[in-house]
């Protein structure tokens, strides 16, 4: 059964750094683009940052400069490093991949829980 797993989430305070990990697991053929969402209360969900299986990343202006995205294929892994962190940072982030499961297969969509990133003093 595939499945998205999320960690390291938590409470910081402003200026401080967070380390998100997600790791997809069960059977299948390769991971397309990985990536981070956002939902803080009473908003939409939006799109943090993501990146390629090659490697091109893409980020949210707001958070250029500050975040990083990256991955580790051989561990069917993506990380968003949080630097810099502000109080409008504070949501659910949500990890996100495309799976293809079977060679030939369209991609599918997938989603972890979610992990709750607060930034307060």
């Known amino acids: 059964q595939l499945q998205l797993v999320e960690s390291g989430g938590g409470l910081v305070q402003p200026g401080g750094s967070l380390r998100l990990s997600c790791v997809v697991s069960?059977?299948?053929?390769?991971?397309?683009?990985m990536g981070w969402y956002r939902q803080a209360p009473g908003k939409q969900r939006e799109l943090v940052a993501d990146?390629?299986?090659?490697?091109?990343?893409n980020y949210a202006d707001s958070v250029k400069g500050r975040f990083i995205i990256s991955r580790d294929n051989a561990q069917n892994t993506v990380y968003l490093q949080m630097n810099s962190l502000k109080p409008e940072d504070t949501a659910v982030y949500y990890c996100?991949?495309?799976?293809?499961?079977?060679?030939?297969?369209?991609?599918?969509?997938?989603w972890g829980q979610g992990t709750q990133v607060t930034v307060s003093s």
């Open positions: 996100n991949a495309e799976v293809v499961v079977r060679i030939f297969a369209p991609p599918e969509d997938l």
């Open positions: 069960g059977s299948f053929f390769t991971i397309a683009a």
């Open positions: 990146i390629t299986s090659s490697g091109t990343t």
